[in-house]
Every structure is written in C-alpha cells, then in structure tokens.
Nanobody, 119 residues
Framework: QVQLVESGGGLVQAGGSLGLSCVAS????????MGWYRQAPGKQRELVAR???????DYADSVKGRFTISRDNAKNTVYLQMNSLKPDDTVVYYC?????????????WGQGTQVTVST
C-alpha cells in the first residue's frame, strides 16, 4: 500500500512564501506522476501542479509564475514552492501519486495539509 506523507503547510501573510513536500513510500511499482491538488469546502478537488518522472510539468493557470513543482525520483519526493501567495490560495492541499502497474495507473492521496494566507 502506497503512503504519502505531506509536510510544510501553515500560516503566511499575503505575498509570502511556503514550501510543501510529500514523501511516497511502499510502492513496488514506478510512480509515473506526482502532484499537488487543492480543495476548498464544497468544491471539487482541482489540480495545482503535477510532474512526471521525466520532469515534465503542468500548472493550473491560477498559479503559473508563482508556484514551482519539483521532484526527487530517488527519494520519491515531490515539492511545491509557493511564492507570492494570495488569500485565494487558502485551502487544503493534497499530494497525489499515480503508480503505474501493468499498464494501469492507480491514484494515491495524502492526508492533506492546510495552507492559510492572511491579508
């Protein structure tokens, strides 16, 4: 069973920076993509950023130019550097890992970490 452990959330003032990290463990198969999603109460979970094992990245329009995703394949760890944070970024962030197993991908999720941006 794949486990994802997130760290790094917290409280920051608008315009400030925070870094998130997520370590994946327990996978016997390659982790194809790792990423970060966020979900506000009553809303659907949405993509923030994701990165493949070859370091191809994809960002939500709302975070382009402010957030940077990176990955250490040897450590099965994904990072999210968040700069120029806005109050609208206040939400729970979830780490995701897509594990490739016999041509199928299986999604795993972390427990979520709260990011709060104050005005």
């Amino acid at each position: 069973q794949v486990q994802l452990v997130e760290s790094g959330g917290g409280l920051v003032q608008a315009g400030g920076s925070l870094g998130l990290s997520c370590v994946a463990s327990g996978s016997s198969y390659p982790i194809a993509t790792m990423g970060w999603y966020r979900q506000a109460p009553g809303k659907q979970r949405e993509l923030v950023a994701r990165i493949t094992s070859m370091s191809n990245t994809d960002y939500a329009d709302s975070v382009k130019g402010r957030f940077t995703i990176s990955r250490d394949n040897a450590k099965n760890t994904v990072y999210l550097q968040m700069n120029s944070l806005k109050p609208d970024d206040t939400v729970v962030y979830y780490c995701n890992a897509a594990v490739l197993c016999i041509q199928n991908e299986y999604d795993y999720w972390g427990q979520g970490t709260q990011v709060t941006v104050s005005t």
